[in-house]
């Protein structure tokens, strides 16, 4: 798919928790080969549009097209066969496996014990902080480290784009680091990331574009070094 052309699309997107209408009326792209960051304050609707994006809300209305193919009406796991992979806050690590059986959750069919060594060598290489604890009870982690595997776990599918919800959340700093030089390597390898992150300055610094939701609308849209340096429009909508 060319770099021009979406890769995601998002037309009157809706979604509500019970009464609620968290995410109201969107429209918004991603296009191959991109770092688009969903920006605005805590209760924005940026973790329900990933969500939404994924089939997990049970109410919801809208167009969701990825590669041009709608993917409303679908659940989660056709989504996740479609080339999209989630990675929640929560990270969802399962505890009493270890690093190497985590990732080994991420494959969608079962492949053979020589193509599940690859790809793990594979993912191994791209993460190389967990390439030294593969046999190591998973949740014995740091934080960060948790974070990196739970990143690495929905990568092991190859998927065409991720949506990651708030991966620094609670790291220490030398991990947030490495983090983000671990999503501008991702990119640089073909992988399209939608990023919902609150550290504001960071998420710019390796996205190609940005959009702001205040209270479950898109209230602007720019270039990521745009806004960047566009102060004004941080305080107003992004200061905690």
């Given at each position: ?141 740091s934080g960060g480290e948790q974070q990196m595997l739970a ?90």
């Amino acid at each position: 798919m060319s770099a021009f052309k979406p890769l995601l699309e998002a037309r009157g997107l809706n979604a509500w928790y019970d009464r609620s209408h968290v995410v109201q009326d969107i429209a918004f792209e991603v296009r191959a080969g991109e770092i688009v960051t969903l920006m605005g304050r805590n209760g924005a609707g940026k973790t329900t549009t990933l969500r939404t994006l994924m089939g997990l809300l049970a109410k919801a209305s809208g167009e969701v097209l990825f590669e041009g193919r709608p993917l409303q009406g679908q659940p989660a796991h056709a989504r996740f066969h479609a080339g999209l992979a989630y990675v929640p806050e929560d990270r969802r690590i399962v505890a009493g496996l270890t690093v190497r059986e985590n990732l080994q959750l991420g494959i969608i069919a079962s492949p053979s014990r020589g193509e599940m060594d690859a790809r793990i060598d594979e993912i191994a290489e791209t993460f190389p902080r967990l390439k030294e604890r593969l046999a190591q009870e998973a949740t014995s982690m740091s934080g960060g480290e948790q974070q990196m595997l739970a990143i690495a776990r929905a990568m092991m599918a190859r998927p065409k784009m991720i949506l990651l919800d708030e991966p620094s959340e609670g790291i220490m700093p030398v991990l947030v680091d490495e983090m983000f030089e671990l999503f501008a390597r991702m990119k640089g390898q073909g992988t399209t990331i939608l990023l919902v992150e609150q550290n504001v300055e960071r998420a710019l610094s390796i996205s190609d574009r940005a959009y702001i939701l205040d209270q479950g609308r898109i209230v602007h849209q720019a270039g990521a070094q745009a806004l960047l340096a566009d102060e004004d429009i941080q305080s107003r909508y992004c200061a905690v």
